[in-house]
């Protein structure tokens, strides 16, 4: 996979309870998201689908959630706003994964409740240190 960047200092032990929920339904995505976050001691979760990724945030009340917007049975947006109806969901941080030229769908992530996003193919340094920003 070629990234063997040592990541010392900003998601440390610390981060060993924290719980991140991973809704990708491209399994390559999932797998090197999985390992990076792993390598840096985050618990990961994962979904194939917007449904799924419902379905488990609400089960298992991850930390985070990053959201890939374009997915099957209901898509990141959409998956978004059921989330943030639910009151226990309402806090959540949701980070959402848009490709390069997906554009449009930044300004209706956030209007659906994401707290940020992130463009594909993800910088993991960068996903990191969002993270470290996101949960001190
Ligand atoms: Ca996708």
């Not at 001691?41 to 799924?52: F, L, M, Q, T």
């Not at 997915?71 to 978004?80: E, F, M, Q």
């Not at 949701?94 to 910088?123: F, M, Q, W």
Request: proline content about 3%.
């Amino acid at each position: 996979m070629g990234r063997e960047t040592a990541q010392t200092g900003s998601a440390g032990q610390d981060a060993a309870a924290q719980t991140v929920l991973v809704v990708e339904d491209f399994e390559d995505t999932r797998y090197l998201m999985r390992l990076e976050l792993e390598k840096r001691g985050y618990r990961v979760i994962e979904a194939v689908d917007g449904a799924e990724g419902v379905a488990k945030a609400l089960a298992e009340r991850p930390d985070i959630i990053l959201m890939d917007i374009g997915l099957p049975v209901l898509d990141g947006i959409a998956a978004t706003r059921e989330l943030r109806q639910r009151e226990e969901m309402r806090e959540t941080l949701i980070v959402a994964l848009t490709a390069h030229h997906e554009t449009e769908y930044r300004a209706n992530a956030l209007s659906a409740g994401c707290d940020a996003y992130l463009t594909k193919p993800v910088d993991f340094d960068w996903l990191i240190d969002l993270l470290s920003r996101l949960l001190p």
